[in-house]
């Protein structure tokens, strides 16, 4: 058995190998950057090493600094969890040719479902399958745009430009009509150079009602395959997934044993050993059929939704990947593992619904995630959400003995999550899960594209929130006089109230016989912050008048904390309204600037390098009349 385990990540994925490793008796040595140096990870491992400055390219994506740290800490094993470098066959064989145990499947396994088309071709031979494309050969012919026009008029439209190095939504296009396929394929082919170095491209037909269906696959070294059933991951937003749940809904065992099977099928066809995803796009259209299921990706490391998994069978399986890396056969046998009740999981990102999604970093000074369900999570209460990494701070995890039990628990887990100042997507998940179709399992793909502007919730409060908001402040406590953290309203104090929000002013008599919303908060000396059903609301106490600040239309403010990486534009160069003006990088997402109507660039505030703060002027436009 493994006795020293180096972690090669952070958050809370780090902090769940953590946990399972120390039920275990398996020592732990964490990496950091700059930024994690006094991270949750950091701090619950038996070790920790310092391996470089805060962008992950100079420290987690560093293979070298990593394995020097597992030699220099005695580490006679590494776990790379998922994202960086938890997919690269080339560090995976790097940490076997130092002597160390890679807690991976085989570099040869990795490097064979790697890319799209070459998994595709794989797939098929190996009878497990596929979606209807076209997956081009070597010849430099098969990537001519004739050839791909050709073939994508064959499939029939809509269809799917996909790069074969692709991942995360990047380098995929749909092309509704055969006019439109020329422009989509340029640009995704561009995409797909600068983000992969890659620029070839597969075709798919495009799914009218796609569901993401996904197989937990496990591995040994003795020549054993099993499957831990299925995974519907349908809730997406711009190809990231939000919610999962565990089994699919509507899944019977006619096309469970299919789908299933075909997983083992295909995890055979690699010698996989160790945790795997066999990805499947599902033609809902009709329900879920084994004969409209087919092939899309393998996931050569453990997923981000595990936890629903280990909620319904029982198995832990960061303790299986460590079992199976130390040599031992898998713990169960098929015939063992069977689905008890349903688990659903919830991504808590550190981001602004209601300003479209953007990220939100900063100190979280006041954290709360509640008690009931399970919480994965890497921050606590004081620790800082950086911009240099992943938004997710958390899932929120829950099971019933059915579905319907699962969703109620995992809305009440969202009602409690109060986090501050820090903006999450709770609330919108929240109404996710409470919206009709997700209770009907009507699910797709594209649920939250068509639903969005009912799952967005309306950061204005409502009356019964400002009254709501009122009561807290009010809420006298002889422990806490001045932070009442956790309050929850019992009955209205009668008094009058003077509240300030978004440069709105009320007054309000508590003595009136109005609605008060359920909510919970805190207060301080200055402010008010309550919390409903996953959405924060701040107001300011004893607010007189209160005028919220403005700038000029004019004004291009920086929507977050973030890094300047390209002006486009200088002082005194004329504009047209939309004409992008800057660049602006943060968690791992670029955010271009655009001028908003035709003008004068009057000032330029920024450089690329910069790092700028939230609400920074970063440009000023100005029409000729104003100069």
């Not at 190809?239 to 065992?253: R, S, Y």
């Not at 069978?313 to 898998?330: H, N, Y």
Request: with cysteine; charged share 25%.
């Amino acid at each position: 058995m493994i006795q020293s385990l180096l972690i090669a990540n952070r958050g809370e994925i780090a902090c769940r190998i953590i946990r399972t490793a120390r039920a275990m008796g398996v020592r732990t040595v964490a990496v950091y950057s700059d930024a994690d140096a006094k991270a949750l990870h950091v701090r619950q491992a038996d070790e920790a090493v310092h391996i470089g400055p805060s962008p992950a390219r100079e420290s987690y994506l560093r293979g070298d600094r990593i394995i020097e740290a597992a030699k220099q800490t005695g580490a006679d094993a590494i776990h790379p969890g998922y994202g960086f470098l938890s997919e690269n066959a080339d560090f995976a064989q790097a940490v076997i040719d130092a002597g160390l145990v890679w807690v991976g499947p085989k570099p040869d396994s990795i490097r064979a479902m790697g890319l799209k088309d070459a998994a595709k071709k794989l797939m098929s031979a190996a009878g497990v399958p596929v979606t209807p494309g076209y997956t081009p050969g070597s010849g430099a012919d098969d990537q001519s745009p004739e050839r791909l026009q050709k073939e994508a008029d064959a499939i029939g439209y809509p269809v799917l430009i996909k790069a074969v190095a692709g991942g995360g939504g990047k380098g995929m296009r749909r092309v509704e009509a055969a006019a439109d396929f020329q422009d989509a394929l340029e640009s995704c082919q561009r995409e797909a150079a600068s983000s992969f170095g890659n620029d070839i491209v597969l075709l798919e037909k495009y799914i009218l009602s796609p569901r993401h269906i996904e197989v937990q696959v496990f591995g040994d070294s003795h020549g054993n395959v099993v499957h831990l059933f299925e995974r519907d991951c349908s809730l997406q937003r711009r190809h990231q997934k939000v919610i999962e749940e565990a089994p699919a809904p509507g899944m019977d065992e006619a096309t469970r044993e299919a789908v299933c099977g075909a997983a083992v099928k295909a995890a055979h066809a690699v010698n996989y050993e160790g945790a795997g995803t066999i990805e499947f796009i599902a033609d809902a259209s009709e329900g879920l059929r084994a004969d409209r299921i087919w092939f899309m990706e393998m996931n050569t490391r453990l997923q981000v939704e595990h936890p629903v998994t280990e909620e319904i069978t029982g198995q832990d399986l960061v303790e299986w990947q460590l079992r199976v890396a130390s040599g031992e056969p898998l713990p169960k046998k098929q015939d063992e593992l069977s689905i008890n009740g349903h688990a659903i999981e919830a991504r808590l990102y550190a981001e602004d619904p209601a300003r479209e999604f953007l990220p939100s970093v900063g100190r979280l000074d006041h954290f709360d995630l509640g008690s009931e369900g399970r919480i994965e999570t890497g921050v606590e209460e004081g620790d800082a959400i950086s911009p240099f990494y992943d938004p997710m701070i958390a899932k929120l995890i829950a099971r019933g003995d059915d579905r319907d039990e699962a969703i109620a628990a995992l809305a009440d887990i969202l009602d409690e999550v109060e986090v501050w100042p820090v903006k999450t997507n709770a609330g919108f998940m929240f109404n996710a899960l409470l919206h009709p179709d997700f209770a009907a399992a009507n699910l797709d793909t594209g649920f939250i594209a068509r639903e969005l502007s009912d799952l967005v919730p309306d950061p204005e409060p409502d009356e019964a929130i400002w009254c709501g908001a009122a009561a807290v402040a009010l809420a006298e406590d002889e422990d806490e006089p001045a932070s009442l953290t956790g309050f929850r309203l019992n009955a209205a104090p009668a008094a009058h109230v003077a509240l300030g929000q978004g440069g709105k002013f009320r007054s309000i008599n508590l003595d009136d016989d109005i609605e008060i919303a359920p909510v919970s908060g805190f207060r301080d000396d200055e402010n008010v912050v309550v919390f409903l059903e996953g959405q924060a609301y701040s107001f300011e106490r004893n607010a007189r008048g209160i005028v919220g600040a403005a700038t000029g239309d004019g004004a291009i403010l920086a929507p977050m904390p973030g890094k300047v990486t390209s002006v486009e534009v200088a002082a005194g160069d004329a504009v047209v309204k939309g004409q992008r003006l800057l660049t602006l990088e943060a968690m791992k997402m670029e955010h271009g600037l655009v001028a908003p109507f035709d003008g004068v660039v009057a000032e330029l505030n920024t450089a690329v390098g910069s790092q700028v703060q939230v609400d920074a002027v970063l440009v000023r436009i100005e029409t000729p009349a104003e100069r």
